[in-house]
């Protein structure tokens, strides 16, 4: 997947990623995760994108989530409350994805800083919120949508709940409506409680598990029809390494040209301190090795150059944790077999 994403944006830092050696002719370490027994590689340069590479995504995401359960347990812990309200507008497959996005991030400030929204920040004691930004497309095209977890300490009565729901359906749809959005009672805004959160937290970066099978519907013949739901960026991936079908690759063009420079996940102020959680970049996360692993072996430049050409990058790391690292590199053709008499 991440070579397909390197094939269809050629001039983005995808290209390097995990190719490149940090060091020009440096050499390339092998390790073994301690806990998942699965082989990595070390001393290679990563991008650190959390929208166009499969693999530094699955990474980021992870953390990510930790730092999100960490936040949100800490919370309700300390007896807290947390309600989710999920945004989203009407679209259609005509619509440009990069129309969409700005016009939504108008929505959103406008949605945040009415006055209306600062009232119910007071009555419901808001102590922090993390808006997390998602992007799907289905049979309707594009499908941007928010995710707004707000922490707060009072609680919400169950005969509260709806008139609550309303009051942010309205200012939601005055703030699309000034951005020339549009949004239906039925579909513009959700709202969740704490459990539908946790549950949503759990699943976090799981997009990246979702696996192809007969007993999913995930599978080709779906996506070429239109039956699923809706797909994952990621999931262009999957149709262009696997079927080489380039219709997705203008898509995916299209999304990572939209998104570039954009947040995955926002914090409100002082949210991170407040739980002693350390402020990291994803390219710092990208980059740190924090995984208990061994040290198997090291790969000279011409040996990964090898590797690289054809294509070998996954492969090499299969066969080692299947065979270890000598045989792998033997019957991958790197290494002479050594003669035993
Ligand atoms: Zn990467």
């Known amino acids: 997947m991440q070579a397909a994403a390197k094939y269809v944006l050629p001039n983005n830092r995808v290209g390097i990623c995990l190719r490149h050696q940090i060091q020009k002719y440096?050499?390339?370490?092998?390790?073994k995760h301690l806990k998942t027994q699965k082989a990595f590689y070390g001393g290679l340069m990563v991008c650190g994108s959390v929208w166009v590479c499969p693999v530094c995504a699955a990474k980021i995401s992870e953390r990510r989530r930790s730092e999100l359960k960490k936040v949100f347990r800490g919370h309700i812990d300390l007896g807290g409350?947390?309600?989710?309200?999920t945004l989203t507008f009407s679209h259609s497959n005509r619509d440009k994805l990069k129309d969409l996005l700005s016009s939504l991030s108008g929505a959103m400030q406008a949605f945040a800083k009415t006055e209306k929204f600062h009232f119910i920040r007071k009555e419901i004691g808001l102590i922090g919120s993390i808006r997390a930004f998602e992007i799907t497309y289905g049979s309707n095209g594009w499908h941007p949508h928010i995710h707004l977890l707000l922490l707060h300490d009072n609680e919400i009565e169950p005969w509260e709940r709806h008139d609550l729901e309303d009051r942010f359906y309205r200012m939601w749809s005055a703030a699309?409506?000034?951005n020339n959005l549009?949004?239906?009672?039925?579909?513009g805004l959700k709202m969740d409680d704490a459990k539908e959160a946790s549950t949503y937290i759990g699943k976090w970066g799981d997009l990246m598990d979702k696996q192809w099978g007969t007993d999913s519907e995930m599978t080709k013949a779906n996506i070429k029809r239109g039956r699923i739901g809706s797909l994952t960026p990621f999931d262009f991936l999957r149709v262009i390494a696997e079927d080489g079908d380039l219709e997705y690759a203008d898509r995916f063009k299209e999304y990572a040209l939209a998104v570039k420079g954009k947040h995955q996940l926002h914090w409100s102020r002082g949210l991170k301190q407040r739980f002693a959680v350390e402020e990291k970049t994803d390219e710092q996360i990208a980059t740190e090795k924090v995984e208990q692993a061994d040290w198997l072996g090291a790969l000279d430049w011409k040996d990964w150059r090898y590797i690289v050409q054809n294509k070998l990058r996954v492969r090499l790391l299969e066969q080692i944790e299947q065979d270890g690292f000598e045989d792998a590199l033997t019957n991958l053709g790197l290494r002479k077999v050594q003669q035993t008499k």
């Open 176 to 178: 699309c409506e000034e």
């Open 81 to 85: 409350e947390c309600t989710m309200l």
């Open 26 to 31: 440096g050499d390339v370490d092998v390790y």
């Open 182 to 187: 549009s949004c239906s009672r039925e579909h």
